[in-house]
C-alpha cells in the first residue's frame, strides 16, 4: 500500500495518515487473507474426491457408499462456496474503501492548491488526478473480449477432446451450459443497465468538478473548500453504490453461475465412478476426461484474465503519476496555499479593518510577460471604485491580488499595517471578498448556500433577510418558490438561472458585510437598470463601512462619490 501511493506522488506523511485511517481496513484485510488462505485446501476438493471414491467406491466395489459421499462432498462444497462469496463481498466493501481513502486524499490536495492552479490547468486534467479510473470501462471492455476469444476456442477443444473420451459424460457436463448461458446473459443486461447509470454518475462527478474548477475565485473566497470536498464525495458515494451493484453482479453471481461447472462436475465423478465399477469406461479414459473437463478451461481462462488485469493496473499508475509530475512541475512553490493551516504566529485579529494597502505590486504569470508592476495604492473604508481597463490589462487579476487569492510576484498587500500573508485566511476573506461572475454553489437548501463559510455560527432575522431580498431583487424569486429559502439548490445551481444566480451571490455577499468588497463582473447576467438600481441600493446599505469595488464593462452606473480607476499598461492612474 505505501508502495503505491509513492507511486502516486502522495508524501510521506500524507501515507502515515492513510495508514492510521486504515487501520481498520488493514485488519479485515489480515482476516480476509487468513480465512482464504484456510480455503485453499478445498481447490482440490474434486481431486480428494476422485481419491476417495476410487479407493473406497472402486477398489472395494462399495457402490453403497456413492451417495453418502457425493452428499457430504456437495455440502461441504455448498459451505466453502457461501464463505468464498462472503469473501468477496468484504473484499468489494474494502476495495472502495481504499478507493475512497486515496480519492480524498487526491481531492484535499487539488483543493488546497492555490488559485493560480485552476488557472492554469483544465478540468480535464485535474479529473485525471482525482478520478484515475478514468480508461477503466474501455480496458474493461478488452479484457472481455479478450477472455470470450480465449474461452471460445478453449471451449471448443475442449468439447472435442470430450466427446472423443466418452460421449455420455460429455452430455452431462454440456447439460448445465444453457443454464448458464441464460444466467449469465441475464447478468449481462443487468449489467448493461447499471453500466448506464455508472456513466451518469462519472458526468455528474464530471460536471461537479468542473463546477468546482470554474468557480474556484467564489469557493475560497467564501471558504467553501471543505463543502465542496463533501458535495463532491456525496455524489461519489452514490457512484460507489452504483458500482457495488456491478461489482455484485461481476464477482459474486457470475462466479456463482460458473460455480455450477464444480457441482456438475462431482456429479460426473459419482456417474464415472458407477461406470467404471459397472464395466462401462476405463479408469484411464475417466482420469484423461477429468483433467481435460475441469482443469483446462479455469486455468487459460485465470491467464488471460490476469494479464490484461495487471497491464491495465500499469497504465492508469503511469498515467496518473505523469499527470501529477507535471502539475506539480508547473505550480510555483512559493504560491500560497490559502486552505492550509497556519502557523500558529499567523495573525488571526487585525481589529477594525480602516484600510488595504498595495505596495509596490507586481504580478505575472510564469513565462509571460508582466501584467502589472509597481503598483502602489491606498483603498480606505468606505469608498467606491470603478476599476476601469481595457480587456486583459489585469483588473480582475489585481482584485485577486487584493483579496488574498494570488499571491504577488513582487511587492506585498497590507490590511490595516499587517501583511495579509501573515494573517490567517479565514480573517482576510471575512474581511476582503472577491466575487465574480461565476460562483459555487452546493447541492442544499438555498439558505445554506447564502449563508455557509462566515463562521459567525448564527442566522440574521428573517425581518433582516427580507430586508435584503428587496435590496437584490430576489425578494420576487423567493416569494415565487413554494418552500422559499429552503429550496433545494442542485449541484451548480443549474435550477437557476445566471441572473437568478448573480442576484443571490449578491445576497450572500450583503449578509457577510465584508470591509471591503470586490464585485469583478458580478452583475453581467442582471439588466443594466436593475445592476444600478441593486448597486446603489447596496452601497446606501453599507454605508461608510464597506468599500466596493467593481468592474463593469460598457455602462457605468455614476454611483453617488464615485470614483474611476484606470489600469493602463500595467499601471494605475488616478488612484
Not at 255 to 277: E, H, R, S, W
Not at 462 to 480: D, R, S, V
Request: glycine share 6%.
Amino acid at each position: 500500500m505505501k508502495n503505491f501511493l509513492k507511486k502516486l506522488r502522495i508524501s510521506i506523511p500524507e501515507t502515515d495518515d492513510i495508514r492510521k485511517a486504515l487501520f481498520f481496513g488493514r485488519h479485515t484485510w489480515y482476516l480476509l487473507l487468513i480465512i482464504q488462505l484456510c480455503l485453499v485446501p478445498f481447490s482440490v476438493f474434486d481431486i480428494v474426491l476422485v481419491k476417495i471414491i476410487t479407493d473406497k467406491v472402486i477398489t472395494e466395489r462399495r457402490i453403497d457408499l456413492l451417495f453418502p459421499i457425493a452428499i457430504i462432498f456437495c455440502g461441504v462444497m455448498l459451505i466453502v462456496l457461501c464463505i468464498e462469496m462472503w469473501l468477496q463481498y468484504r473484499a468489494i466493501c474494502l476495495g472502495q474503501f481504499w478507493d475512497g481513502t486515496i480519492k480524498d486524499r487526491f481531492l484535499r490536495s487539488i483543493l488546497h492548491k492555490p488559485l493560480e492552479f485552476f488557472q492554469r490547468f483544465s478540468a480535464g486534467e485535474i479529473l485525471y488526478r482525482v478520478l484515475n479510473d478514468s480508461a477503466a470501462l474501455p480496458s474493461y471492455m478488452t479484457q472481455m473480449r479478450w477472455s470470450f476469444i480465449v474461452n471460445l476456442f478453449s471451449m471448443i477443444v475442449v468439447i472435442a477432446l470430450m466427446f472423443y473420451l466418452d460421449i455420455s459424460l460429455s452430455l452431462l457436463v454440456l447439460a448445465a451450459i444453457p443454464v448458464q448461458v441464460w444466467g449469465l446473459s441475464k447478468v449481462g443486461r443487468k449489467c448493461r443497465k447499471i453500466y448506464e447509470n455508472l456513466k451518469l454518475c462519472d458526468q455528474r462527478l464530471l460536471g461537479n468538478l468542473d463546477n468546482i474548477t470554474t468557480c474556484a475565485e467564489s469557493l475560497k473566497a467564501f471558504s467553501l473548500e471543505n463543502q465542496a470536498r463533501h458535495d463532491w464525495f456525496s455524489d461519489y458515494r452514490i457512484r460507489l453504490r452504483v458500482e457495488r451493484r456491478l461489482l455484485v453482479f461481476q464477482r459474486l453471481v457470475t462466479p456463482l453461475l460458473l460455480k455450477i461447472n464444480t457441482i456438475m462436475a462431482i456429479v460426473v465423478i459419482c456417474y464415472g465412478a458407477y461406470c467404471i465399477v459397472t464395466g462401462i469406461l476405463s479408469m484411464g479414459t475417466f482420469i484423461a476426461f477429468l483433467i481435460v473437463a475441469a482443469r483446462f478451461p479455469d486455468i487459460v481462462q485465470f491467464l488471460a484474465n490476469y494479464h490484461v488485469g495487471l497491464q491495465d493496473i500499469i497504465m492508469c499508475c503511469r498515467r496518473v503519476r505523469a499527470t501529477w509530475q507535471a502539475l506539480e512541475h508547473n505550480i510555483r512553490p512559493e504560491a500560497r496555499l490559502l486552505s492550509k493551516p497556519f502557523p500558529v504566529s499567523c495573525l488571526s485579529r487585525v481589529g477594525n479593518p480602516k484600510y488595504l494597502r498595495f505596495s509596490k505590486v507586481g504580478y505575472a504569470y510564469s513565462g509571460d510577460k508582466q501584467i502589472f508592476q509597481d503598483i502602489d495604492w491606498e483603498v480606505p473604508v468606505g469608498r467606491v471604485y470603478r476599476l476601469q481597463g481595457q480587456n486583459g490589462s489585469g483588473k480582475s487579476t489585481l482584485l485577486k491580488v487584493g483579496a488574498g487569492l494570488l499571491t504577488p510576484k513582487t511587492g506585498q498587500v497590507f490590511l490595516n499595517e499587517f501583511n495579509i500573508r501573515e494573517i490567517k485566511s479565514d480573517v482576510v476573506r471575512r474581511n476582503v471578498i472577491y466575487l465574480s461572475s461565476e460562483n459555487y454553489w452546493f447541492k442544499g437548501t438555498i439558505r445554506a448556500n447564502i449563508y455557509y463559510g462566515f463562521g459567525n455560527g448564527c442566522y440574521s432575522s428573517q425581518k433582516h433577510l427580507e430586508e435584503l431580498t428587496k435590496i437584490t431583487g430576489t425578494n420576487h424569486l423567493i416569494e415565487k418558490l413554494p418552500r422559499g429559502f429552503d429550496t433545494p439548490v442542485s449541484t451548480g445551481g443549474e435550477n437557476f438561472s445566471s441572473g437568478e444566480k448573480q442576484r443571490l451571490s449578491l445576497l450572500r455577499v450583503l449578509l457577510a458585510e465584508p470591509a471591503f468588497m470586490f464585485l469583478d463582473e458580478s452583475l453581467t447576467s442582471i439588466h443594466s437598470d436593475d445592476a444600478a438600481r441593486i448597486l446603489s441600493e447596496m452601497i446606501r446599505y453599507l454605508g461608510r463601512d464597506t468599500t466596493v469595488i467593481y468592474v463593469h464593462h460598457g455602462v457605468n452606473f455614476n454611483l453617488p462619490q464615485q470614483k474611476d480607476i484606470q489600469l493602463h499598461t500595467g499601471a494605475l492612474l488616478n488612484a
